[in-house]
């Protein structure tokens, strides 16, 4: 079973420019999830979608961010236009669903994109 | 809100000692999963454990050890005989949030296994 990919693995702009990272979660995962590691800091949440649906935003910094998962397959996390303070290290993961209120799941992550932006 | 806190930044152990790894967590929810990763050189996140609130007994895995204590909210992780592919970054994470299962994290803890 493939795991998470993500592409690029490295991407280097300047600021303004747009970026757009891509997720495939492992196949028949519903729940998709967007992490960001800013240099030295832990790992925070972006946004979780279930199959296309977003189920929290809330940790999308601000109106920059635009995340997709058309069809419930793979996602893209867009950033237009990119500031400095968006470099980092953007991680995907996935994982299947678990029993309402009963069970959670475990994330598998994707390695990561490694964003600078100068 | 969960909050888990990793206070050792860094580690360095010589090869074949053992080394234990602090995490501490803190949520209002009485049910809850923890975890552990591992980030190696490469970057990826390599997801070592979960486990749920309800479940206490402490997890033994070839030479990984996980110490799961809730009167102390602490979910310790235990390398013994370590060696230097044990090199890693490694994070402790929180979820308790059934239906929207986001990972609390730890800010990670390098360690450094040296030759």
């Known amino acids: 079973e493939a795991g998470v990919t993500q592409f690029p693995s490295h991407s280097v702009i300047e600021k303004g420019q747009t970026v757009t990272l891509r997720c495939d979660p492992i196949s028949g995962h519903d729940n998709l999830y967007w992490y960001r590691r800013v240099m030295g800091k832990e790992i925070k949440f972006l946004l979780h979608f279930v199959k296309e649906s977003k189920q929290d935003e809330s940790g999308m910094p601000n109106n920059r961010f635009l995340a997709e998962r058309t069809g419930g397959t793979y996602s893209t996390l867009k950033v237009q236009p990119a500031e400095l303070e968006d470099s980092g290290v953007y991680f995907c993961?996935?994982?299947?669903?678990?029993?309402?209120?009963?069970?959670?799941?475990?994330?598998?992550f994707g390695p990561g994109t490694r964003l600078l932006v100068l | 809100a969960q909050k888990v806190t990793q206070a050792q930044t860094e580690i360095s152990v010589v090869e074949k000692e053992d080394v234990t790894l602090d995490c501490v967590y803190e949520t209002r929810d009485t049910t809850y999963y923890l975890f552990w990763y591992k980030q190696p050189p490469s970057g990826e996140l390599v997801f070592l454990i979960r486990?749920?609130?309800?479940?206490?007994q402490n997890e033994i895995s070839g030479r990984y050890s996980w110490n799961f204590q809730k009167s102390t909210s602490s979910f310790n992780f235990t390398i013994t005989a370590s060696q230097v592919v044990d090199s890693a970054v490694y994070f402790c994470?929180?979820?308790?949030?059934?239906?929207?299962?986001?990972?609390?994290f730890g800010t990670g803890t390098r360690l450094t296994i040296i030759p």
């Open positions: 993961a996935s994982s299947r669903r678990g029993l309402a209120g009963l069970s959670i799941e475990t994330q598998y």
């Open positions: 486990r749920n609130s309800f479940d206490e």
């Open positions: 994470a929180l979820s308790a949030n059934f239906g929207n299962e986001k990972l609390t």
